[in-house]
């Protein structure tokens, strides 16, 4: 079992979640975060150019069993990138990260089948 | 401009603060420039005959605030039932109103609507009415300066553009939407406004008493919700419609605009009989009668056939209800707007139904509730005509019945909803194919208030 975090443009947000559909993966968490990256934006208040320091973002987090975890990277991949060929400063990363364990609070059953 | 320009040539030898003053002054001259040219050309404006009623100017000063405050009302009503991501662009589509249709009413708005007929009764116009240089001193019959008269109606005309964007919400672009309500207020709302409420206008003069729109049901709601659903069709749904859920990001401002449009509906109302007495009162008791009628029967009906009794829908219960009072708040008693009331919401919660069914998306129902309601509300309203008009009009024309006067709303009713939709449907197509009216992908994708203004309604909220 591996836990997937995704950190994404809030635009590209109504695509990834779509294209995750698309490939059965439906069980996701999608909260808003802010953070820094290499992308550098600039907003206008007042007619003035400000570059805010934290910048915001979608992070998703998805528990998937080993064998899913290509396809959900395949599938982020793609719909997460701002231009089809190579993607542009700011499209944002994904982790993974081992899952120790995936406990379903209904039922209480364990493993990958709580998944 | 040529203050400017000198102001611009002089920039190089002077600091920034020194810049920054010359500049302003610049721009002072050269606004006063225009005023002096504007008010040179006024010097004959006619003098008062009437004196000023200052009970009736006093209750008119008031309902043009309260219409006024309508508009934010409007604002909060549909800034709430967007997205998070679409707020300050769908609140800009009716402050925005208030800017544009406010300027073009003084330069042309108030002359096409309540000049003399001109092109065969198609509009109005009156050279005095120019920049509103002519009415400098009047004061109309009804004893109140044709200021606020002017002032008055002038907000009728910011508001029914700024209904239209209910229908299309979340995925037109910005500039066209400027474009198109300045186009479509004077191409559909002025002439309509002329022939409905002008002394000389064809429909005001049709059968015993003219058709009955007191407050704007075929000119405001009618237009407003047909030309809606003209542009929402042609432009087509938002991405993701209806599968994607989408989702109300803030009740309790669509919450507090519905109570804002109900207390600026009493302007609304009452205001239109232009004067502070009988007639005033008789509109708000029907104003208020079927407000609370249409809410209480839409949570009715929403809790029988739901289970449960949504804020939202007592909320389009009390538009509902307003809506279709409007054109029935002069001649009905307060029983009949207590059946306006009814009627309306039923026949609304019928028709938005019936939208889901067929799947377009008129977005926050500018169609659904102020289509309907307004056709609902001025055919209806037929049959609650109080006793005292119709004998007027049977006097005026011997004869004259609730069926003959039932033929003439229904005639309105008819060319206001014919006209609309042709005009708003051509102007949709030039405005398309010219500035591109509906947002690309990636501007609704990223929303509104990102793509158009470059701002964020709130910090950090749920996402979508």
């Known amino acids: ?115 | 401009m040529i203050f400017y320009h000198i102001c611009r040539a002089k920039l190089y030898f002077l600091n920034s603060k020194q810049v920054f003053s010359m500049y302003v002054s610049g721009k002072r001259a050269f606004v006063l420039i225009i005023v002096l040219f504007a008010l040179s050309s006024s010097a004959f404006a006619s003098g008062g005959k009437a004196t000023v009623d200052t009970g009736a100017t006093a209750w008119m000063l008031t309902s043009t605030a309260l219409v006024l405050l309508m508009v934010p009302g409007l604002a909060m009503f549909y800034g709430g039932l967007v997205r998070s991501k679409n707020v300050m662009g769908t609140i800009m589509h009716s402050y925005v109103a208030m800017g544009i249709i406010s300027v073009l009413w003084v330069i042309a708005g108030y002359g096409l609507c309540f000049g003399k007929s001109i092109l065969g009764g198609w509009c109005g116009w009156n050279p005095d009415y120019f920049f509103l240089k002519g009415i400098d001193n009047n004061i109309l019959d009804a004893g109140v300066p044709e200021y606020v008269f002017s002032m008055f109606q002038s907000k009728f005309a910011i508001i029914t553009p700024a209904l239209i964007a209910g229908a299309f919400a979340e995925r037109v672009s910005f500039k066209a939407y400027c474009i198109f309500i300045a186009i479509w207020s004077l191409l559909v709302y002025d002439p309509l406004c002329h022939w409905v409420w002008a002394s000389d206008g064809f429909i005001y003069n049709l059968g015993a008493k003219g058709a009955i729109d007191f407050a704007g049901g075929t000119v405001v709601h009618i237009s407003a919700g047909v030309s809606g659903l003209v542009a929402a069709l042609y432009l087509g749904s938002r991405r993701g419609h209806p599968f994607q859920v989408i989702r109300p990001n803030n009740l309790v401002i669509t919450m507090l605009g519905a109570g804002l449009l109900w207390v600026g509906w009493f302007g609304f109302n009452a205001g239109s009989s232009i004067s502070s007495g009988l007639g005033t009162a008789q509109a708000l008791a029907a104003t208020q009668v079927a407000a609370a009628t249409g809410s209480i029967t839409w949570v009715i009906i929403e809790g029988l056939h739901q289970g449960k009794a949504t804020a939202l829908g007592f909320a389009s219960g009390i538009l509902a209800g307003l809506v279709a009072v409007t054109p029935a708040a002069g001649v009905v008693q307060p029983y009949g707007a207590m059946c306006l009331g009814m009627a309306a919401s039923g026949i609304c919660y019928l028709a938005i139904m019936t939208k889901n069914k067929l799947g377009y998306d008129d977005s926050l129902d500018a169609f659904g509730i102020h289509g309907v309601g307004g056709i609902a509300g001025a055919i209806l309203l037929t049959f609650f005509i109080r006793h005292s008009w119709m004998t007027e009009a049977s006097a005026l024309s011997p004869g004259w019945n609730l069926w003959k006067q039932l033929g003439i709303q229904a005639a309105a009713v008819g060319i206001a909803i014919a006209y609309s939709a042709m005009v708003t449907l051509a102007l949709v197509y030039a405005v398309d194919k010219i500035f591109g009216f509906k947002s690309s992908e990636t501007d609704e994708m990223a929303g509104l208030d990102r793509s158009y203004h470059g701002e964020r309604a709130y910090g950090m909220l749920n996402p979508s």
């Open chain 1, 1 to 115: 079992m591996k836990l997937i975090t995704a950190i994404i443009r809030e635009t590209q947000l109504d695509k990834v979640r779509e294209a995750l559909i698309a490939a059965e993966i439906t069980r996701i968490t999608v909260s808003r975060v802010s953070g820094h990256g290499q992308q550098r934006v600039e907003e206008i208040h007042r007619g003035q150019r400000v570059v805010p320091d934290l910048i915001p973002k979608i992070k998703i987090e998805i528990a998937v069993n080993d064998a899913f975890v290509d396809i959900t990277i395949f599938t982020i991949l793609k719909s997460a990138r701002t231009s089809e060929l190579e993607g542009n400063l700011g499209d944002g990363k994904i982790f993974i990260t081992p899952l120790e364990e995936c406990i379903r609070i209904r039922t209480g059953e364990r493993g990958g089948s709580a998944i």
